[in-house]
């Protein structure tokens, strides 16, 4: 088991990475604009059973793969470039709707939360971040270190899960103010598929790099 000191110095550098803006608060907060906050917190949850994953192929020593194999990385990183436009297409698909029912590019919170997975299990980074961060914070001299990377693992998760679930629910109120104005409402999926599209670029010119 980690020290007490060793998990207050982790939960501290966990939680300011978590609030730290990137790929993955942006994709959740679009989310959340879009659909609100229950899509946003759905993303979120998904997110983070993705994180979990990793966590385990770290501990099963898996992670390693994309450290020393470019093409899987490479490969597995233009997937998830190649999801996130498929999923930001979705946002500007014409909407079919019929009589006194919603509008049918809407996604329900379940299929939310698998998309979600699908990306962050696409995102390689997230397994070589946890075979490099994980690793800091363990002691050796201890035996089952594998135990201490998978308990290290679970509060990151758990961690960086609250924080998107803020950002989600901050994002959500912001959208619900969008859906107010009628003019502004047509351009949210707009802005959210717009940010599926952009991530999906800086993934796309990271790959080639």
Known sequence: MPSIEVFIAFSVVCFLLSITPGPSILYIAARSISQGPSAGVSAASGMAIGSF???VATVLGLATIFKYSPIAY?????AG???LVYLGWQYFKPAEQTAGS?????????AIMKQSLVVEL???????FFLAFLPQFVNNAEAQVSTQLLILGVIYTLITLCCDISIALLSGKLGNWLNKNNRSSHWQ????GSVMFILAGVIGYESMK
Request: aromatic share 10%; net charge positive; charged share 20%.
């Open 122 to 128: 696409t995102n390689p980074k997230t397994a070589l």
């Open 189 to 192: 999926d707009k802005l959210a």
């Open 74 to 78: 490479t490969g597995l990183k233009i």
């Open 81 to 83: 470039a190649f999801y």
């Open 102 to 110: 919603p509008l049918l590019n809407k996604k329900n919170n379940l």
């Open 53 to 55: 994953i990793y966590v």
